[in-house]
């Protein structure tokens, strides 16, 4: 056999090959689901409590990849340019999807025009917190202390513009002090060296803190959010004390987009069984997520939303990245 013949029977063959996965229904091999941070954060904790009755419901294994780096810009990269059969999806949270835009001169992604909104599945808040031996029991305590030494009081966030940062730079504002920032690659160091004693204070998605503060071994001072959380109603809000220090990080799939509508479709119906079972759904609210529903057409214009409200926040407070 010559090696021109050999050559076109291979390609035959391997084209033959092709055509047959391709004709094939969605899905036939595993899914991967990509977690732009690093293990430990709030859509890490989302993502494995979701996967394996993902999977169920679609039919497929499912497999949660951690892909961290540049504030979650790696990862998402990555599936904007993945291939567009439905077999790389994105969890994403809104501090990657809709501030990374404002932070980065080229995070290397469009949020609007490189994805499709595929589901939201809920929101928490960050709750601010220290070691149990702290002298700063309440926000008051956190405040009055930050007046007396400027610039000296310091707290950790999950890196450099995540919403852990900029909440920290809003409450900087709204009471009139000067906390020093302290970042981490990612919310689990930076409660590690609270625990350790390094920083004494973080702000720390409630998913990623809430077991530390059961097992007494952080103290949570207040959340984020506009109110309290029904997982933990004894923590007070910020807003209580400074009505505009508001913000949370809500949690949602995307797909790259050019994937067809069926694969969309099959994967928002498979997301619809998962969120309608009852031990998903425990597990999720005993994490402190609230999973009030954002319909998928409103998801697109909920990032809108964020993506105008965090490009104002992010230019106060003067953070900028390359």
């Known amino acids: 056999m010559n090696n021109k013949l050999y050559q076109y029977l291979i390609g035959a063959v ?26 430990g954060g709030t859509n890490d904790i989302v993502a494995r409590l979701v996967a394996p009755a993902f999977g169920e419901a679609i039919g497929a294994s499912v497999v949660v990849e951690n892909r961290p780096g540049a504030g979650g810009n790696i990862g998402t990269q990555g599936v904007a ?52 031996g702290s002298p700063y029991k309440t926000l008051a305590d956190v405040v009055a202390a930050a007046k007396k030494k400027p610039g000296e009081l310091s707290y950790a966030s999950a890196g450099n513009g995540t919403i852990s940062h900029l909440l920290g730079a809003m409450l900087n504002t709204s009471a ?45 001072i207040a959340i984020s959010s506009a109110k309290r959380s029904n997982i933990a109603p004894e923590i007070p809000t910020i807003a209580e004390t400074y009505p505009d220090c508001v913000g949370e990080v809500w949690v949602a799939i995307f797909a790259p987009m050019g994937v067809s509508a069926e694969v969309i479709m099959k994967a928002q119906a498979a997301m619809e069984k998962v969120m309608a079972r009852s031990d998903v759904r425990e597990r999720l609210i005993a994490q402190g997520l609230d999973l009030s529903p954002v319909p998928t057409n409103r998801l697109a214009a909920l990032l809108k939303d964020e993506l105008a409200k965090w490009v104002k926040i992010v230019k106060a407070s003067g953070a900028q990245l390359d």
């Not at 391709?22 to 977690?35: C, D, E, R, T």
């Open 14 to 39: 391997l084209g033959l090959l092709a055509m047959q996965l391709a004709a094939q229904p969605y899905p036939h091999k595993p899914i991967s689901l990509v977690v732009p941070q690093a293990a």
């Open 81 to 132: 340019r993945a291939a567009k059969d439905g077999y790389t999806l994105l969890l994403t949270i809104n501090s990657a999807q809709a501030i990374n835009p404002a932070l980065y001169k080229n995070p290397g992604f469009d949020p609007i025009n490189d994805f499709v909104p595929l589901y939201y599945i809920g929101a928490t808040p960050y709750v601010l917190v220290t070691p149990p």
């Open 176 to 220: 009139g002090v000067e906390m020093q920032h302290i970042p981490y690659k990612g919310v689990a160091p930076a409660i590690n060296d609270v625990l350790g004693g390094q920083v004494p204070l973080a702000f720390a998605s409630l998913p990623s803190a809430l077991n530390y503060i059961k097992a007494g071994k952080l103290q949570a």
